[in-house]
């Protein structure tokens, strides 16, 4: 690979060096990606550790269930309502002994905005017996259709 060092009769080189040009631009690069907060959205939620009780002191509770429809639609035990009367309901089940287990379940396809107030009304109602279900939907999510199933 040649390089051209200027001609022999003295004449200054016409080409400009952008060499040092694209190691500023690189550095002021890295630069603003450092500098750049990482956008992230947390609902934290305390759940429960997955000790058992022993057999002898499991309680028999009853069941609610939260669905979270694609149409911003919250439902509980199957019945349409708006977060008020979510807050209404989860006060009414926090009076309860024993307090009944509260199901959350998110259809795939709904807002996460939603999805997101619903669950602080919920952690804000301080309902303990609180848990996830209708996970298995998101079992094949980012996996090939085609592929065959994992044993």
């Known amino acids: 690979m040649a390089m051209s ?4 009769d003295g004449e200054p080189m016409m080409e400009m060096n952008t060499t040092p040009l694209i190691d500023v631009m690189l550095v002021l ?7 750049i ?9 305390d759940l429960p550790n997955p000790n058992t009780p022993p057999p002898d002191t499991v309680i028999k509770r ?4 939260v669905v979270i429809m694609p149409n ?4 509980w035990n199957g019945t349409s309502m ?3 009367q979510l807050r209404g309901a989860l006060n009414a089940t926090m009076a309860m002994k024993p307090e009944p ?3 959350f379940q998110p259809d795939g396809q709904a807002p996460y905005e939603t999805t997101a107030i619903v669950l602080n009304v919920i952690k804000g109602s301080g309902v303990t017996a609180f848990g996830f279900v ?13 592929a065959p199933p994992a044993k």
């Open 134 to 146: 209708g996970n298995e939907q998101y079992a094949s999510f980012g996996k090939d259709p085609k």
């Open 101 to 103: 287990e509260l199901q």
């Open 29 to 35: 690069l890295i630069m603003f990606i450092i500098t």
């Open 5 to 8: 060092g200027g001609k022999d």
């Open 37 to 45: 907060p990482v956008a992230t959205h947390a609902v934290s939620i």
């Open 72 to 75: 911003n639609d919250i439902q």
């Open 82 to 84: 708006n977060l008020g």
């Open 62 to 65: 009853d069941k609610n269930k």
